[in-house]
C-alpha cells in the first residue's frame, strides 16, 4: 500500500486537526496522503496536486472522514468503486461510518498489514426512460432513490419484473437498499434491514390508504414506476439531494440491484448490532418480567 487518499467535510470542526495529524502520521509509516487541492485550501494544509475525483483514482485506500452523509457524498465520485473505504465518524457513530476517532491510527495499521475485512454493500442503479422507451439518465445511490412531489398526492404504478404491483397514492415512494433502510425509508416507517441481504425496500411516503403495506422485493428483481396522475412534473432525488432530477409525466424509472458495490473497511470493535442498539435505543424503557 502506497497511497491513501482523502475525502473530507470540511465543516466538521475537528476536521483541519485530524487531516494534519493523520497525514502526518501516514508519511512517517512511509504511506503517501493524498489530499485533494481544494479541501486543502480549505483546511490550510498541504495539497497533492490533484482534485477529489483525481485522488479516488489514484489511491489504494480512501480515508472518508466526517460522518454518514459524507460517505454517502463520497459515494457518487466516479471509480469509487475500486477503492476500498475506511470510513470514519468525526463526531457519534453512523450506521455506515463506524470507526471512530480513537480506532483510526490502529484501523490504519491493521490495514497496512493486510488485517481487515471488506464488507461489500449494494447499490442501486436507477434509470430513467421516456415515452419512446429511450433511457436519457442514470444514476447511483447506497442508500435510496425517493420519488416524490412536495405540493400534492400522486399516483404511482409499480411493477416488480415487469408485474404489476401496488398502485400507490402517496407523496412519494421511497426505493431503497438495506443500507438505506436506516435512514429515510425508516423515518416513513420503513422495516430495518440487515445490510447484508439481498433486498430492495419500497417503502410509501405517507400513502391514502390503510391497505398500503412497506414490502421488501428480492434484490434481484426490477421495481418499475410510472406516473399515472396528470401533472407537470415530479422529483427523482437520489441518495438525498446528492444528485436530483425532474421527470416529466410521460416517463418512467427503472431500479435494480448494480452490477458494483461500495466497499467498506469494517470495524473490529463492533458490530452492526451493537451500532443499531446504540443509535436507535432498541429495547430501551422495557421491563424483564419475573
Keep these: 500500500m502506497k497511497t491513501v487518499g482523502f475525502f473530507v467535510n470540511t465543516s466538521k470542526s475537528k476536521a483541519a486537526e485530524v487531516v494534519h495529524e493523520t497525514s502526518e502520521w501516514l508519511r512517517k509509516n512511509g504511506i503517501q496522503p493524498l489530499i485533494p487541492d481544494e479541501t486543502a485550501a480549505v483546511l490550510n494544509v498541504p495539497g497533492s496536486g490533484y482534485d477529489q475525483n483525481e485522488v479516488v483514482a489514484q489511491s489504494d485506500v480512501l480515508l472518508v472522514l466526517g460522518g454518514d452523509g459524507t460517505l454517502l457524498s463520497a459515494a457518487h465520485t466516479p471509480l469509487i468503486e475500486n477503492v476500498p473505504i475506511l470510513a470514519v465518524n468525526i463526531g457519534h457513530l453512523g450506521f455506515l461510518t463506524e470507526v471512530s476517532l480513537d480506532e483510526l491510527c490502529p484501523a490504519l495499521t491493521n490495514i497496512f498489514n493486510g488485517d481487515y475485512e471488506i464488507d461489500q454493500r449494494m447499490i442501486l442503479e436507477v434509470v430513467s426512460v421516456d415515452k419512446d422507451n429511450r433511457e436519457y439518465s442514470s444514476s447511483f445511490a447506497l442508500n435510496e432513490v425517493v420519488v416524490r412531489h412536495y405540493t400534492r398526492l400522486i399516483e404511482l404504478d409499480t411493477y416488480i419484473d415487469g408485474e404489476p404491483f401496488i398502485t400507490y397514492n402517496a407523496d412519494g415512494l421511497i426505493i431503497a437498499t438495506p443500507s438505506g433502510s436506516t435512514g429515510y425509508s425508516l423515518s416513513c416507517g420503513g422495516t430495518i434491514v440487515e445490510p447484508h441481504l439481498n433486498a430492495i425496500l419500497l417503502t410509501p411516503i405517507a400513502p391514502h390508504s390503510l391497505t398500503v403495506r412497506n414490502f421488501i422485493a428480492h434484490g434481484d428483481s426490477e421495481i418499475t414506476v410510472s406516473m399515472r396522475s396528470d401533472y407537470s412534473s415530479v422529483s427523482l432525488f437520489v441518495d438525498g439531494l446528492r444528485e436530483t432530477h425532474c421527470l416529466s409525466p410521460d416517463c418512467l424509472i427503472r431500479v435494480r440491484k448494480a ?32
Excluded: D, F
Design 259 to 290: 452490477k458494483k458495490t461500495i466497499k467498506l473497511i469494517r470495524s473490529q470493535h463492533r458490530s452492526y448490532y451493537e451500532v443499531l442498539r446504540a443509535k436507535l435505543m432498541l429495547g430501551e424503557g422495557t421491563k424483564r418480567r419475573t
